[in-house]
């Protein structure tokens, strides 16, 4: 999922265009008005019909109205298909879309929020890499998860590209690529628990409990991991001790999460086949 509709920390500098901009610049920066300061533009029919009619008026604007479009589109379900193709046609001309200009000096300051998985979520100010995350999320949702790990490793590796590829090894269920992806790593910050928890589940579906286990208590070792993560490893960690035939422990992992969210849907279905009392 994304969420395009905010800018970034530094949007008490947004630029504006001066005296001697060119008219399609002001139209541009009347639109990231609407949208991200003001908030008059919140419909998506609506604001694609907007940037359809300033892309007729200003065909300069093209590069900048097309990342908008998709960014919009990518949001709304009813899109998918569109969104999907478009960036198909805008993935190649990456580096030259954000060259230009008017992308520049105004798309910077818009922060897509993007999960990646459950628990971690990419903020990047909307460049070719916050792209690359997008696209390979909407490939990921349409099953297309070899093209999706083609994406992610024409961007820049980081920790972010990281998780998002041992997620998607984790859905094709080549459990060793996860295990290789995620090697190495300590529990230093989200990114890398997470790392962990990805780790820890491609074990528990080899079937390698005591080495999933691990991984788990590792990801679980800092309470300063934001509550996302540290939710997801208990519940993780739960269907391992359910498949030890632990359900106290499953059940106390479980009650964990619904003591920071009483509403958590997973932790919910999980404790409804449990008893009230489980005997070890």
């Known amino acids: 999922s994304v969420n395009s509709n905010q800018l970034n920390h530094q949007s008490d500098v947004l630029p504006k265009p001066g005296i001697i901009s060119s008219k399609s610049e002001k139209a541009f920066y009347k639109l990231i008005e609407e949208l991200y300061i003001d908030k008059s533009l919140v419909q998506t029919k609506e604001i694609i019909d907007r940037l359809k009619l300033l892309d007729e008026e200003f065909p300069e604007l093209k590069f900048p109205l097309e990342l908008l479009a998709f960014l919009y589109a990518i949001q709304n379900e009813d899109y998918d298909d569109k969104a999907l193709a478009w960036i ?155 498949k030890l035939g632990k359900k106290a422990m499953a059940r106390k992992d479980l009650e964990r999460i619904l003591v920071d969210d009483p509403s958590s849907v997973e932790a919910n279905e999980a404790l409804k086949s449990l008893p009230l009392k489980v005997e070890e």
């Not at 099953?143 to 590209?161: G, M, N, P, W, Y």
């Not at 997620?167 to 080549?174: K, P």
Request: charge should be negative; glycine fraction near 4%.
């Open 88 to 242: 198909t046609k805008i993935w190649p001309k990456r580096v030259e879309l954000f060259k230009d200009p008017i992308v520049e000096k105004y798309l910077g300051y818009i922060t897509p929020r993007t999960q990646i998985t459950r628990g971690i979520t990419s903020d990047e100010p909307f460049n070719e890499q916050a792209l690359g995350y997008i696209y390979a999320e909407a490939l990921q949702s349409e099953k297309k998860f070899e093209r999706a790990l083609e994406v992610l490793h024409e961007i820049s590796a980081d920790q972010i590209t990281a998780i998002s590829i041992a997620d998607i090894e984790l859905l094709m269920g080549d459990f060793d690529a996860a295990i290789e992806t995620t090697e190495d790593v300590e529990n230093e910050d989200d990114a890398t628990a997470m790392m962990l928890i990805l780790r820890g589940i491609a074990f528990r579906e080899k079937s390698l409990n005591d080495a999933a286990l691990e991984c788990f208590k590792r990801a679980l070792s800092s309470k300063k991991r934001s509550e996302g993560v540290l939710h997801r490893a208990l519940l993780e960690r739960s269907t391992v001790y359910l």
